[in-house]
């Protein structure tokens, strides 16, 4: 999932400041964040059940 994040951000600051393109780009960037925080909860959730039980 962090790879998923990474190329969507790329790919939103290719088209946003080298080929100077808007509108459909902002997508891309809401897609990433997305991403990226639904990776962030999880991995947080997973760490925190491991810590609980004792491993």
Same mark, same amino acid.
């Not at 960037?29 to 059940?49: D, E, N």
């Given at each position: 999932?962090?790879?998923?994040? #990474?190329?969507?951000? *790329? $790919?939103?600051? $290719?088209?946003?400041?080298?080929?100077?393109?808007?509108?459909?780009?902002?997508?891309?960037?809401?897609? #990433? *964040?997305?991403?990226?925080?639904? %990776?962030? *909860?999880?991995?947080?959730?997973?760490?925190? %059940?491991?810590?609980?039980?004792?491993?």
């Amino acid at each position: 999932m962090w790879a998923v994040s #990474a190329i969507l951000f *790329i $790919v939103w600051v $290719v088209f946003k400041f080298l080929l100077h393109k808007s509108g459909f780009v902002h997508i891309w960037l809401l897609g #990433a *964040i997305s991403v990226f925080v639904v %990776q962030l *909860i999880t991995y947080r959730k997973t760490r925190y %059940q491991r810590l609980s039980s004792g491993s």
